[in-house]
Antibody, heavy 116, light 107 residues
């Protein structure tokens, strides 16, 4: 059974940092692109970033470029999102997803709240 | 960047009705289009990829069509359990933009 479990969310002040993690199991993690997708409270889905199987290619939505960094550790079957210079508008549930013909499998999400 | 526009933003239909949701890309994306269902309080679920390929386990009343810039998600006979918000997403290249969503309710 495919499982994606996010962690690392929480309350952070504007300008602060957080590192999200996603632990994968039940599939060959190193064979898949992986993505982060977020959803602000009461709003729609927003794709944030993705990373190639070997980490050699990374892409970001414009609103997070220069502030967020996606990475992965295939030996640990883990995906990460380092979030710096956080803003109120980054408040959302953050999902990790395995990418194959769209975002095929999703975790349960972790809530990030940016507020003073 | 390519924009994805869904219509309508919401709809209300009766059980058994045929429901159609459209998604338009601002530039051609061949068939790199996915549809998702998100029930209230739940995680999004992939329904269709490659514009028309049903994900395993998805009921056959769901279907997708289209290519290039215009795409359609059809529910052939709406069921109470289909109450959800539906999103399209382009995945031919980054950014993998989602549509704004279509909320489906039962009349």
């Amino acid at each position: 059974e495919v499982q994606l479990v996010e962690s690392g969310g929480g309350l952070v002040q504007p300008g602060g940092s957080l590192r999200l993690s996603c632990a994968a199991s039940g599939f060959t993690f190193s064979s898949y692109w992986m993505s982060w997708v977020r959803q602000a409270p009461g709003k729609g889905l927003e794709w944030v970033a993705n990373i190639k199987q070997d980490g050699s290619e990374k892409y970001y939505v414009d609103s997070v470029k220069g502030r967020f960094t996606i990475s992965r550790d295939n030996a640990k079957n883990s995906l990460y999102l380092q979030m710096n210079s956080l803003r109120a508008e980054d408040t959302a549930v953050y999902y990790c997803a395995s990418s194959s013909g769209g975002e095929r499998y999703w975790g349960q999400g972790t809530l990030v709240t940016v507020s003073s | 960047d390519i924009q994805m526009t869904q219509s309508p933003s919401s709809l209300s239909a009766s059980v058994g009705d045929r429901v159609t949701i459209t998604c338009r890309a601002s530039q051609g994306i061949t068939n790199y289009l996915a549809w998702y269902q998100q029930k209230p309080g739940k995680v999004p679920k992939l329904l269709i990829y490659a514009a028309s390929t049903l994900q395993s386990g998805v009921p056959s009343r769901f279907s997708g069509s289209g290519s290039g810039t215009d795409f359609t998600l059809t529910i052939s006979s709406l069921q109470p359990e289909d109450v959800a918000t539906y999103y399209c997403q382009k995945y031919n290249s980054a950014p993998r933009t989602f549509g704004q969503g279509t909320k489906v309710e039962i009349k």
